[in-house]
Structure formats: structure tokens, C-alpha cells
């Protein structure tokens, strides 16, 4: 991948240097070899075109002429932002950064150049912040208003849908699943959940890097996903395409992630529950399994996560429910 790949993007002012080839090479990389997601794709074109358009004002086009005080200068406008972007926190510059410091290492490996002026050039430190995880009782309330655990009993749409959108719900909190992960899912990845003879079922979701899993369905999750399949999926599938798709639009297409993030917030406003989102009930999942005693590497299989490191991060949440509790029930726990 050394010669000058086809393509567009990004492009430097005036005569096109090695900086811009070089980086549309890394992206031909990533897309044909890595097989990233589309949106990862998108972030680092995107930012790889900032880097590059940053360099080309400065006047530099080329990768020899690229030191380590451009990568950190770039790394400086990053979070003073411009006329045209806002300061980036301390997490989204970062993730740029990663961008800028994979091409410098691809353009030395591929021989467009000798040196890397990103290596020595260290990515903001990120405030920790806790997730975000509601209580049980908000989790019940969100499920009650999203719609019956039981078959919808006519073919009304607004019965179907509801029907669905509790299927939904339920998955989501049952499984801990990203909601890209359950719109994702197909009939067959949840044969196992409904089938089951023990209450606890089987779904198979596919995750980040096309990374396949496997994660128990409780039976409350089951017995709305098993409603929904049997009467109301027919229904809405007899009007569009909905292929292979478990979870279905109005119009019988699949929902989309967008599709999906606007139930559960039509579900959070009903239920009079504020701050949710997919990944609120995702945080919960863990944050329950680990109040409920769950070892660590466990949540971390249900999750997905490829190290425990970022697992911990619950762990944090735990311990400050426990000194929540310990200060407001302990007799000397204060003055």
C-alpha cells in the first residue's frame, strides 16, 4: 500500500503533498483490511481531513517537512477550537489524536517516511466520569410504560408498536446490549431465547470490530420478546421489507439506531424518567449485575469489553452506592 491509492478525502490546499496521500492510503488500509465500523471510518476521516487542512495552512504538505511540534500544535487547536469548530473535550481530541499518530505510524511502516513526529505526543488525560445508571424502580417504571409483556391481543398499529418497543426495552436492559446491537439483531440470533426451557434463553448480538457474542435473556426479557415475535413482528412485516430484521419500524423496514433511540426517549417521557438513553440502561445492566454480587469478568463478557480495565469503571459506581448507603444508615457515619 506504499503507491498512491484512488480517493478523495482529505485534501491539502493547493498541490496535493505525501501528507494527503499518505493519509488517504491509511484510510484504503483501514476500510479494506481492518474492517471498522462505518462510523469509526467517518471519525477518522474527518479528522484526518482537519489534520491535514491544518498542516496545509501552516504550509506544510509533506510528511518530511511534519515535526512533533505540529502534532501537538494540531493537538492545541483541537481543544481551543475556531471560527468553524467548538473546543473539543479532552475524550473527543484524544480520539483525533489516535487518528493523527495511526497514520504517522502506517506512513513509517509503508516507507513514506522514516520518522513519526506523533510518538512522543501524549493525548489529553480524560476527566474519569462515572456511568450513568438509574435505579430498579426507574427500570420498572421505563418497562411498564413502554407497553404489555403480553401479546397484543388485536391489530391495531399502536398495539403492535407497543408491543414492540416493551420487546425492546426489555432487551436492552436485559442483555445490556449497545442499541446498535439490538437493532442489529436478525430472527436468528434470538432462536435460543425463545426456545429455552429454563426461563433464561440465549441472544447472539455482534459487536464492536464484528467481535460475536453470546448473552443470557432473563425470562421477563424472553417472555416479551417471545409476544412480540409470535404477533405482533408478522403484522408489522407483512408491510415493507423487513428481511431477517427482529426489530421492525412502522413500516415493516428495520429500525434503525436513530429508530431506536427515539422509542426508548417516547418511553422515558411517558415514564416520567429523565436522563435515559440506550446506554443509561446498558450502564444499569452492569451496575445491578455488580450490586447484585456478579464478578467483574463476567460483566465483562456480557458486555463486550476486550479488557476488564474498562469494566472497572463500575466498580467505582458500587462503591460510592455503598458509601451512599454507609453515611445515610451507619449511627457514627457522621456528626
Do not use: C
Not at 490546499?13 to 484504503?28: E, M, Y
Not at 426489555?170 to 446498535?180: F, M
Request: hydrophobic share 45%; net charge neutral; no cysteine.
Amino acid at each position: 500500500m506504499g503507491g498512491e491509492p484512488g480517493g478523495a478525502e482529505p485534501s491539502a490546499v493547493g498541490t496535493v503533498g505525501t501528507l494527503a496521500r499518505a493519509s488517504r492510503a491509511f484510510l484504503d488500509h483501514l476500510s479494506a483490511e481492518r474492517a471498522l465500523a462505518d462510523n469509526t471510518l467517518l471519525a477518522y476521516r474527518r479528522d484526518l481531513a482537519r489534520y491535514v487542512d491544518h498542516l496545509a495552512a501552516l504550509g506544510v504538505a509533506d510528511l518530511a517537512d511534519v515535526g512533533s511540534g505540529q502534532v501537538a500544535g494540531f493537538l492545541r487547536a483541537l481543544r481551543r477550537g475556531d471560527d468553524d469548530h467548538r473546543p473539543l473535550g479532552a475524550a473527543s481530541a484524544g480520539r483525533a489524536l489516535a487518528a493523527v499518530r495511526g497514520l504517522h505510524r502506517f506512513a513509517v511502516r509503508e516507507g513514506w517516511t522514516a520518522t513519526d513526529p506523533a510518538a512522543e505526543v501524549v493525548p489529553p488525560a480524560p476527566p474519569l466520569r462515572l456511568p450513568k445508571a438509574v435505579p430498579l424502580e426507574s427500570v420498572e417504571r421505563l418497562l411498564a410504560a413502554a407497553g404489555p409483556a403480553d401479546a397484543p391481543t388485536s391489530d391495531d398499529r399502536a398495539a403492535l408498536l407497543a408491543s414492540r418497543d416493551r420487546a425492546l426495552v426489555e432487551v436492552l436492559y436485559g442483555t445490556g446490549a449497545r442499541i446498535s446491537e439490538a437493532v442489529g439483531l436478525d430472527v436468528d440470533d434470538v432462536g435460543d431465547a425463545v426456545d429455552a426451557d429454563d426461563g433464561v434463553g440465549l441472544v447472539r448480538f455482534r459487536g464492536k470490530g464484528g467481535r460475536e457474542r453470546v448473552v443470557p435473556l432473563g425470562s421477563y426479557a424472553r417472555r416479551a420478546l417471545d409476544a412480540y415475535l409470535v404477533r405482533a413482528r408478522p403484522t408489522l412485516a407483512a408491510s415493507g421489507r423487513s428481511g431477517a430484521a427482529v426489530f421492525l419500524n412502522a413500516r415493516g423496514g428495520r429500525l434503525t439506531r436513530q429508530g431506536g433511540w427515539a422509542v426508548l426517549s417516547a418511553v422515558a417521557e411517558r415514564a416520567g424518567v429523565d436522563g435515559v438513553s440506550p446506554h443509561t440502561l446498558r450502564h444499569s445492566f452492569a451496575t445491578h449485575l455488580l450490586d447484585g454480587g456478579a464478578d467483574i469478568r463476567v460483566v465483562q463478557e456480557l458486555l463486550g469489553h476486550s479488557s476488564v480495565t474498562t469494566t472497572q469503571i463500575y466498580t467505582l459506581v458500587t462503591v460510592d452506592h455503598l458509601r451512599e448507603v454507609y453515611a445515610s444508615s451507619h449511627p457514627r457515619a457522621r456528626r
